[in-house]
């Protein structure tokens, strides 16, 4: 099966910077993704990696070890608008073909 | 850049009614659609994987009878929730393959079985 880790909650100041990490245990990996949901809203991609290495989007940048099997997200400069859950979330290619698994989610809060 | 669109946004039906949800790539050709499911302030559960032109694959625990997805054209899946029950509550989520690499959500569909 597939199990991803990252933590539950985190909450930062503005103009913080925070990282998220997601560990993850998977047959079939093929790469590791990043994404934003607001309440009541639908998850909108941050980020995909699939070679080891950080990737820089702006203020997000993402990493990712695939011999740990781990990876993060880093968002600097944090605003009050960045409060949200962010989700790690594997792609892996099984017998259906590729499909993406979510973690359960960090919840972060941005405080004044 | 691309979009996927669903519809209807938001229902509300009958208990033992059954509910259709669609899903479009409104810019892209998309062989791969997912249909994901999500309880409040949980994450996204994959439910199944649409194909276009072929049967859907679906993920263990999931009822093919009671999800029926169809994945007539490269730019239009659908879920059927067949005899709707208020524990099929939630919010529904499709999303599209523009690319190897890059998978585009829908905004969502909540369904609310009375």
């Known amino acids: 099966g597939q199990s991803l880790e990252q933590p539950s909650e985190v909450t930062a100041v503005e103009g913080a910077i925070v990282q998220i990490n997601c560990t993850y245990q998977?047959?079939?990996?093929?790469?590791l993704s990043w994404y934003q949901q607001h309440d009541g809203g639908a998850p909108t991609f941050l980020s995909y990696n699939a070679l080891d290495g950080l990737e820089e989007t702006g203020r997000f940048s993402s990493f990712l070890s695939r011999s740990d099997s781990y990876g993060y997200l880093l968002l600097q400069e944090l605003q009050m608008k960045d409060s949200a859950s962010y989700f790690c979330a594997v792609r892996v290619r099984g017998t259906g073909g590729f499909k993406t698994i979510f973690g359960a989610g960090t919840r972060l809060f941005v405080k004044a | 850049g691309a979009v996927v669109s669903q519809h209807p946004s938001w229902v509300i039906c009958k208990s033992g009614t059954s509910v259709k949800i669609e899903c479009r790539s409104l810019?892209?050709?998309?062989?791969?659609m997912f249909w994901y499911r999500q309880f409040p302030k949980q994450s996204l559960m994959l439910m199944a994987t649409s194909n276009e032109g072929s049967k859907a694959t679906y993920e263990q625990g999931v009822e093919k009878d009671k999800f029926l997805i169809n994945h007539a054209s490269l730019t239009l899946s659908t879920l059927t929730v067949t005899s709707a029950h208020p524990e099929d509550s939630s919010f529904y989520i499709c999303?599209?393959?523009?690319?190897?690499?890059?998978?585009?959500f829908g905004p969502g569909t909540r369904l609310t079985v009375l």
């Open positions: 999303s599209a393959m523009a690319g190897p690499d890059t998978q585009y």
């Open positions: 810019d892209f050709q998309a062989t791969t």
């Open positions: 998977t047959s079939g990996f093929y790469g």
